[in-house]
């Protein structure tokens, strides 16, 4: 990755992936193929405890479903990961997800002391741990994360591409707004 070349002093711990970060990043494409399925955004998350490998929680994408804009697959993977263990701070644990956090999440992952965070593709649009902003390693923040990116970063991107690219090629219905009636129905 050319961010490592590009570590200079202030930037982001990169690191090598282990073979558990690549497991459960396998496990986190199948999350996301699965969120593809039902027509979200494919993202998928996966939280294990980063001394002994064994999943703490998971999460795909769920946007559209629950109507929620918080419903981002890391974010919810964090809430479960930390409501199974009873406590908000994860330190000792790894977040995998198949693409990079968005502002939102790095935030959160910030928040709950995430020890290490590894993603797959880069969002160039979107993406606040490297590409637009360096959340998960500002120094000027309480808590830096260990950060490994673009593990099975093609497959990701491609999973996602494939995504955009057959939802432009529907028609999409407009959708009914909730709670107000159609001028014609008034
Ligand atoms: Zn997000």
Redesign the pocket.
């Given at each position: 990755m050319p961010r490592d070349a590009a570590n200079l002093s202030g930037s982001p711990p990169v690191a090598n992936p282990t073979d558990a970060d690549r497991r459960h990043m396998r496990r986190a494409l199948r999350l996301a193929r699965a969120a593809a399925a039902i027509g979200e955004t494919p993202?998928g998350a996966v939280v294990y405890d980063t001394a002994t490998g064994a999943v703490l929680s998971e999460a795909a994408n769920r946007r559209e479903h629950d109507a929620d804009p918080?419903a981002?697959?890391?974010?919810m993977a964090i809430r479960a990961a930390a409501a199974l263990t009873g406590d908000w701070r994860l330190n000792h644990c790894t977040l995998v997800v198949t693409l990079e956090?968005?502002?939102?999440?790095?935030g959160?992952i910030v928040n709950a002391r995430v020890g290490r965070l590894v993603y797959g593709a880069a969002d160039p649009k979107?993406g606040?741990v490297a590409s637009l902003y360096e959340i998960c390693t500002d120094s000027r923040l309480n808590h830096r994360v260990i950060v490994v990116a673009g593990v099975m970063a093609k497959s990701s991107a491609t999973l996602l591409q494939e995504f955009f690219r057959a939802r432009r090629g529907k028609v999409k219905p407009p959708k009914p707004r909730r709670g107000l009636a159609a001028p014609d129905q008034a």
């Open positions: 993202v918080c981002h697959a890391e974010l956090p968005c502002p939102m999440c790095a959160a979107a606040a």
